[in-house]
């Protein structure tokens, strides 16, 4: 199993241009997130989803879409980038259960200049 | 949710134990208490997580207060290798809803190991 896969590692955007981070996770499970984290910060959950067609927002959806048509992917799009969204993104997916632990991809680094 | 307390850094010497605190005084009943930590430049990774007892794995102890206001994680050996931000998160044990399985990260504490 490749795990949780993310794509691109880094990308330098401008403002006002858009883009989709791309995650990929090939364990069959359910649950899906993602968060941002800021420098010398803990992470922040943008948004998250249940299943294929259920997606929900998290603290901080402002400035971000998601999708979820299958298992595998949930991308996430960036509308009109500004400079506070600079940071690192990570996606992460857990199996259904009450306590199971959350498995993260490598994270995408991205600046907004 | 509940709120946490962790040191912002702590140090050790290598293949010494290192006890990371954690106080959770707000912790309902049915929270787990999950650790997860950072190496630098990668996503966080699962550690331990437990609910009253005492747990183990092959990466650390986790030590839980009887009256569950506070754990310790336990690192026995550490390495260079465990140089990281540990996190200690409450999460909801009982399905509430479906973003009841988020995780809620702190600052964490940074891990320093000296060589």
């Known amino acids: 199993n490749a795990g949780v896969t993310q794509t691109p590692k880094f990308r330098i955007l401008k403002i006002g241009q858009s883009m989709t981070l791309q995650c990929t996770q090939d364990m069959n499970h359910n649950y899906m997130y993602w968060y941002r984290q800021d420098p010398g910060m803990g992470l922040k959950l943008i948004y998250y989803?249940?299943?294929?067609?259920?997606?929900d927002k998290g603290e901080v959806p402002n400035g971000y879409n998601v999708s979820r048509s299958t298992t595998e992917d949930f991308p996430l799009r960036l509308e009109l980038a500004a400079p506070s969204q600079t940071s690192v993104y990570f996606c992460?997916?857990?199996?259904?259960?009450?306590?199971?632990?959350?498995?993260f991809g490598p994270g995408t680094r991205l600046t907004v200049t | 949710d509940a709120k946490t307390t962790q040191p912002n850094s702590m140090e050790s010497n290598e293949e010494e134990p290192v006890h990371l605190p954690c106080n959770h005084s707000?912790?309902?009943?049915?929270?787990?208490i999950h650790w997860y930590r950072q190496l630098p430049s990668q996503g966080p990774e699962y550690v331990i997580h437990g609910l009253t007892s005492n747990v183990n794995n092959r990466m650390a102890s986790l030590a839980i207060a009887e009256d569950r206001k506070s754990s310790t994680l336990i690192l026995h050996r550490a390495t260079l290798r465990d140089a990281a931000v540990y996190y200690c998160?409450?999460?909801?044990?009982?399905?509430?809803?479906?973003?009841?399985?988020?995780?809620?990260f702190g600052k964490g504490t940074k891990l320093s190991v000296i060589p």
């Open positions: 707000t912790i309902s009943g049915t929270d787990y």
């Open positions: 998160i409450p999460r909801i044990g009982t399905f509430s809803g479906a973003g009841s399985y988020q995780l809620t």
């Open positions: 992460a997916s857990t199996p259904i259960g009450l306590a199971n632990e959350q498995y």
């Open positions: 989803s249940v299943g294929a067609g259920i997606t």
